[in-house]
């Protein structure tokens, strides 16, 4: 069984930054994509960024692209996603997922496996 655990959410300015990783386990991860999400509140779940374990391949949702940089530590089994240029819209709690395919999807209901979320609040 898949397990995701996020850590680094928090409080933040306007023009900062932070980073959050994900620690996972339960599995061999090298067949899988890894990925975070943010939901505001009131709002649907969207895709921010998502990697590809084996290959390193990596791609963003158009309003993180610039400003966030998803990475993976093969040695420790974590997922981070370092967020620089941080926006009051990017307020939210992100979640890590991951998924057992390397088929690239940004659609939330194909992922199988979500860890808990973390709040990250940007301030203006």
């Known amino acids: 069984q898949v397990q995701l655990v996020e850590s680094g959410g928090g409080l933040v300015q306007a023009g900062g930054s932070l980073r959050l990783s994900c620690a996972a386990s339960g599995r061999t991860f090298t067949e899988y994509t890894m990925g975070w999400f943010r939901q505001a509140l009131g709002k649907e779940r969207e895709f921010v960024a998502l990697i590809v374990w084996r290959s390193g391949y990596t791609y963003y949702a158009d309003s993180v692209k610039g400003r966030f940089t998803i990475s993976r530590d093969n040695a420790k089994n974590t997922v981070s996603l370092q967020m620089n240029s941080l926006k009051p819209e990017d307020t939210a709690v992100y979640y890590c997922?991951?998924?057992?395919?390397?088929?690239?999807?940004?659609?939330?209901?194909?992922?199988?496996?979500w860890g808990q979320g973390t709040q990250v609040t940007v301030s203006s």
């Open positions: 997922a991951a998924r057992a395919s390397t088929a690239i999807t940004t659609t939330a209901t194909m992922w199988g496996s």
